[in-house]
């Protein structure tokens, strides 16, 4: 279907951010525990996960994507909780591969996973459109893994999904890892040497002080700048240029006698969201599996665009409603955490916020 209303491109907010990147969570639930986003304590037996009559349906998802896709949204990642628990995910997959841009180019689509279901869901994810899927993993030390994810899942399990989806066509496949000082610092070079050689993009994430209930504290965050400068010590790395939109310094390694870096044997990229904080170029509006759209992961509320749905406005009031939301965005949060504006602890902030896993990340 055509975009409606092209006068609002291009559409800005106040600091000039153009809207890019949408982010879309499909389930407030998973079947992982890592400490950092559903800590065990919190996110116990009782804890009051949305029904499913709250949760937007692949077809409420895919109109919603529409006019935001029509307003400038090139890429689109789906995320959660986690995403392959929501069933039969690769039809909303297909619904959004048909998406096209204004000037009809298909979306960069791309889903963010623990993995624990991918060997199960690559081909059908792939058959359905996917385009890129990035897999969160901390840790390549099965015992230090298990303790990570608190339900006792084995590393191996996440590796053979990471190869099942390199098998069904997923091109170079990104792997996060977020860093906890002694918790998995130790893994760093590990995980190095490892995915080494292999055509993945290790991604190295600092720990942040998202939601409320993983207890965040400054000493706990490892800067990327160290965690450069140890890999530099064993591999010889070459910064690689800044795709646009992309949130990572990217590195690619060099072989021996060479300063051109070589595309086979991946690269390393670095998400230094608390160290640098990228605020001025954030281009990305975020998708509450219940239908609220945030402008920051750090927001303490969202703008309901589920009662719009279900009270049946037309698209143009939609685009409208979004478009307007978006030209008075301000949020720079990570900036004033930086500038000393906000407090350092999660604790001495007086507005509860949104968990990274009713969000996404
Ligand atoms: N369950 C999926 C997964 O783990 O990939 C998707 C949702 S998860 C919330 C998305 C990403 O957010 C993961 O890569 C996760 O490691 C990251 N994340 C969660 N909490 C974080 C935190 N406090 N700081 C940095 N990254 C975090
Ligand atoms: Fe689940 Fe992902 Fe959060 Fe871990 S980071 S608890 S896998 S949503
Ligand atoms: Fe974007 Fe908010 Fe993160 Fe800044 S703090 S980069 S505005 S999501």
């Not at 291009?10 to 982010?23: F, S, V």
């Not at 800067?223 to 890999?231: C, F, G, K, N, R």
């Not at 990217?250 to 044997?265: E, I, K, M």
């Not at 281009?283 to 969202?302: D, I, K």
């Amino acid at each position: 279907m055509p975009s409606t209303l092209q006068p609002f491109l291009p559409l800005l907010d106040t600091l000039n951010r153009p809207l890019h990147d949408l982010r879309i969570s499909v389930t407030d639930r998973c079947n992982f525990r890592c400490a950092y986003c559903m800590p065990k304590a919190v996110f116990g037996k009782d804890y009051p996960y949305l029904p499913h009559s709250a949760l937007l349906s692949f077809e409420e998802i895919t109109r919603l994507a529409r006019q935001f896709v029509a307003l400038g949204v090139r890429k689109i990642r789906l995320t959660g909780g986690e995403p392959l628990l929501r069933k039969n995910i690769e039809r909303l997959v297909e619904q959004l591969a048909m998406l096209r841009t204004p000037d009809g180019h298909p979306l960069d689509l791309a889903l963010t996973t623990n993995g624990s279901l991918l060997t199960q869901k690559a081909r059908a994810l792939k058959d359905a459109g996917l385009t890129r899927i990035t897999v969160s993993l901390d840790s390549l030390d099965d015992a230090t893994f298990r303790r990570m994810n608190d339900m006792d899942f084995p590393v191996h399990s996440v590796l053979e999904g990471i190869a099942t989806a390199q098998s069904a066509g997923f091109g170079r496949i990104k792997i996060n890892m977020v860093v906890q000082r002694g918790v998995n610092d130790h893994e760093v070079l590990p995980m190095a040497r490892y995915f080494h050689g292999h055509n993945v993009a290790l991604r190295f994430i600092e720990y942040m002080d998202v939601g409320s209930t993983n207890g965040w504290q400054a000493k706990q965050v490892v800067p990327s700048e160290q965690l450069l400068a140890q890999l530099q010590q064993h591999f010889h790395l070459t910064e690689l240029p800044r795709q646009s939109g992309e949130t990572a310094t990217r590195w690619g390694y060099c072989r021996t006698n060479s300063t051109g870096a070589d595309p086979s044997l991946g690269e390393l990229g670095f998400i230094s969201s608390v160290s640098q904080a990228f605020c001025r170029s954030c281009t990305r509006a975020r998708l509450s599996t219940e239908g609220q759209l945030y402008l920051c992961l750090f927001a303490h509320q969202g703008h309901d665009l589920r009662s719009l749905l279900r009270n049946g406005v037309d698209d143009t009031t939609l685009q409208t409603r979004i478009a307007t939301i978006w030209q008075q965005r301000q949020d720079r949060y990570s900036e004033l955490r930086s500038l000393g504006q906000i407090p350092n602890t999660v604790v001495d902030q007086p507005l509860r916020r949104i968990e990274m896993s009713y969000i996404g990340g």
